[in-house]
């Protein structure tokens, strides 16, 4: 899933590709993660999005741009999503990043359990 995180997969997809029924897939991912297969994918999408933010260079990043290239084209969407995630808009992280301010993780990571489920 990391690797493919800028693009778009279809839960059937992913069953086809592991070779398991949707059900199977869904209680797997349920049993291991606490989520669905769609929503820990977009988790993946999202961190990966905040750790390009954090690392940005002023002048050769934009939201937008970062945003677009985790597969999130909504940017509207993204942005409200961001926020309920992480706590902060996008542009708050990439000023921070830019100011080398040390990023606010604490808010949700998938490592401490504290992540954003609708």
């Known amino acids: 899933m990391r690797m493919h995180a800028g693009t778009t997969v279809?839960?059937?997809?992913l069953?086809?590709?592991?070779?398991?029924?949707?059900r199977s897939l869904r209680n797997a991912f349920y049993d291991v993660r606490g989520m669905g297969p769609k929503?820990?994918?977009?988790?993946v999408?999202?961190?990966d999005a905040r750790r390009a933010l954090c690392g940005?260079?002023?002048?050769q990043t934009t939201v937008a741009g970062v945003a677009t290239?985790?597969?999130f084209f909504e940017l509207g969407r993204f942005a409200r999503v961001y926020r309920e995630t992480f706590g902060e808009v996008p542009s708050a992280t990439l000023r921070g990043a830019i100011s080398?301010?040390?990023?606010t993780d604490a808010a949700a990571t998938p490592e401490n359990g504290n992540v954003y489920r609708p």
């Open 10 to 13: 279809s839960v059937a997809e």
């Open 15 to 22: 069953c086809r590709i592991v070779g398991l029924s949707e």
């Open 39 to 43: 929503r820990c994918l977009l988790d």
């Open 45 to 47: 999408r999202l961190q």
């Open 56 to 59: 940005a260079v002023a002048s």
């Open 69 to 71: 290239d985790f597969g």
């Open 100 to 103: 080398n301010r040390p990023p």
